[in-house]
């Protein structure tokens, strides 16, 4: 079936440690997004790609860096320079050829700092 | 830059009865995408329903249904027929024309449906 996993599920830092969290898409989208999600708060944007080799920062980029070496790959590193990166991380996809074609969501990792 | 605002926090209605969600925006654009997405305990992100700004008509889908006022700039969902699976947060999200597809989201409206 097509769809978006994220990987892990669950994922544990220790200050100062940068860690990476894997989107992977097999729905052939040429769009990636990485959102933040805080309790009770909407989904922030912080980083964005439209085509593989290329990225642009969203709202939130600082603290974080991205990759897009695959089509279908996207995966998000969240660096020790976020100050509060305890957090719910949603990765999503969209088709551009489609105009106003809506973002497909993955399941979510939810990253605690120890 | 554009912006969307969910005004009601939390909201509930009883079972099999109607609940209308809000949500404004602002843009100085004139052609542009709402979306409404559910969030279910599990945390998966669920499109709900979709509106195109130059179409007059508003979408239904099923149960769901979207009242579209361009000129105020609104973007309410109705619920009709509440259940207990509608349960979750709803987030009301606005997608420029431009082929970056990027979504600008509100702050989220949790629903509760009581049995």
Partial sequence: ?????????????????????????????????????DPGQGLRLIYYSQIVNDFQKGDIAEGYSVSREKKESFPLTVTSA????????????????????????????????? | AQTVTQSQPE???????????????DTSESDYYLFWYKQPPSRQMILVIRQEAYKQQNATENRFSVNFQKAAKSFSLK??????????????????SGNTGK???????????KP
């Fill in chain 1, 1 to 37: 079936d097509g769809g978006i996993t994220q990987s892990p599920k669950y994922l544990f830092r220790k200050e100062g440690q940068n860690v990476t969290l894997s989107c992977e898409q097999n729905l052939n989208h040429d769009a990636m997004y990485w959102y933040r999600q």
């Fill in chain 2, 79 to 96: 619920i009709s027929d509440s259940q207990l699976g509608d349960a979750a947060m709803y987030f009301c999200a606005y997608r420029s």
């Fill in chain 1, 82 to 114: 976020q100050k509060n990166p305890t957090a719910f991380y949603l990765c999503a996809s969209s088709g551009l050829a489609r105009p106003g074609g809506e973002q497909f969501f993955g399941p979510g990792t939810r990253l605690t700092v120890l």
């Fill in chain 2, 103 to 113: 979504l600008i989201f509100g702050q989220g409206t949790t629903l509760q449906v």
């Fill in chain 2, 11 to 25: 909201m509930s209605v009883q079972e099999a009865e109607t609940v209308t969600l809000s949500c404004t925006y």
